[in-house]
């Protein structure tokens, strides 16, 4: 039977610069190049956001709670992994759950503070469809880069936030800039 390579967990109390430079770099090398593709993706949005520029004030808002929700997902997991007491099938349900619940209620939420602000039907929907629609993906997303990075090998905790951080990004930017396409456009 062949014996499964074991996962290295970085440790800043114990490992030189050196070998978390080695650890960490890789993943923020590929984030950076996916971070340039998330610009380009961006840019395919430029008639909706040249034709109501408001809908541009709330791409980072939800670009900032798609990374939060994923954050914390990513944190709890990545310690219970290397606790060995992780399910990922359990984590999974619970995740899923958590996302639709926080998406409904934060989708509601800023599609009326959006309303109340600027008295936009088209704006309101548009940032609340899609606050509801990244929030209740985010958590799965960071689910399974936590979990793909994890059966690589490599320590989730260096690999998984900064993959799933530009993801986040380049999903949140694509379902928002879909929605928002299709109800302005």
Wanted: net charge positive; aromatic share 10%.
């Amino acid at each position: 039977m062949k014996q499964k390579k074991p996962i290295f967990y970085a440790d800043d109390n114990t490992e030189s610069v050196g070998v978390l430079l080695k650890i960490r770099l890789p993943y923020l090398l590929l984030g950076l190049v996916l971070g340039i593709i998330v610009s380009f993706v961006t840019s395919k949005f430029e008639q909706v956001l040249s034709q109501n520029v408001r809908v541009s004030f709330f791409l980072p808002f939800i670009l900032y709670m798609a990374d939060a929700i994923a954050t914390q997902t990513q944190s709890i997991y990545s310690r219970n992994l290397k606790t060995g007491k992780a399910k990922f099938y359990m984590y999974l349900i619970k995740e899923l759950s958590l996302g639709l619940l926080v998406g409904i209620a934060f989708g509601i939420i800023s599609g009326l503070v959006v309303q109340v602000w600027f008295s936009d039907n088209k704006l309101a929907l548009s940032v609340g469809l899609s606050m509801f629609t990244v929030l209740a993906s985010a958590p799965v997303v960071a689910l399974l880069i936590t979990q793909i990075v994890q059966m690589l090998h490599n320590d989730p905790a260096a690999g998984a936030g900064p993959i799933d951080s530009v993801i986040q990004s380049m999903l949140s930017v694509l379902i928002y800039g879909t929605i928002s396409s299709l109800i302005f456009l």
